[in-house]
C-alpha cells in the first residue's frame, strides 16, 4: 500500500489549497482515510477522517468549518480543502488509510495503518 499526499505549498493567511492524497493498493472505498498534520516542535494532530462507504465524517475543533474532507472513488483520492489559512496551520500533512469499513470514527493516528510521505503546507502572515 502506498499513499502520495501532494498539493502543499505557500500560501498567505486568509487563502486556500487544496491537498490530495492518491492510494495504490488500497481502495478508498473500502477503507477510512484520516488527515493529519506536525508542526515543528509539536505533536501530530489530528484534523480530519472519513469513511467515505459509511458516510462518516469528522472535524477538529481547529479546523471545522475552514476545512473539507471529499473523497473521489474514481480516482481512488481524497481531498482536503482548506480555506481562511492562518499561520498556525503551518505544518507537514499527512493522509492515512485503514482498511476496514464501519461507522466507528477513526480519530487517533494510532487507529491507522497506513501513511503518506507528506506535504509542507506553509502560511504566511
Known amino acids: 500500500v502506498q499513499l502520495q499526499a501532494f498539493g502543499g505549498g505557500l500560501v498567505q493567511a486568509g487563502g486556500s489549497l487544496r491537498l490530495s492524497c492518491v492510494a495504490s493498493?488500497?481502495?478508498?472505498?473500502?477503507?477510512?482515510i484520516g488527515w493529519f498534520r506536525q508542526a515543528p516542535g509539536k505533536e501530530r494532530e489530528g484534523l480530519s477522517c472519513?469513511?467515505?462507504?459509511?458516510?462518516?465524517?469528522r472535524y477538529a475543533d481547529s479546523v471545522k468549518g475552514r476545512f473539507t474532507i471529499s473523497s473521489d472513488n474514481a480516482k481512488n483520492t481524497v481531498y482536503l480543502q482548506m480555506a481562511s489559512l492562518k499561520p498556525e496551520d503551518t505544518a507537514v500533512y499527512y493522509c492515512a488509510a485503514v482498511r476496514g469499513i464501519d461507522t466507528v470514527v477513526k480519530e487517533a493516528a494510532t487507529d491507522y495503518d497506513y501513511w503518506g510521505q507528506g506535504t509542507l503546507v506553509t502560511v504566511s502572515s
Open positions: 493498493g488500497i481502495t478508498f472505498d473500502e477503507a477510512s
Open positions: 472519513m469513511t467515505p462507504s459509511e458516510g462518516v465524517i
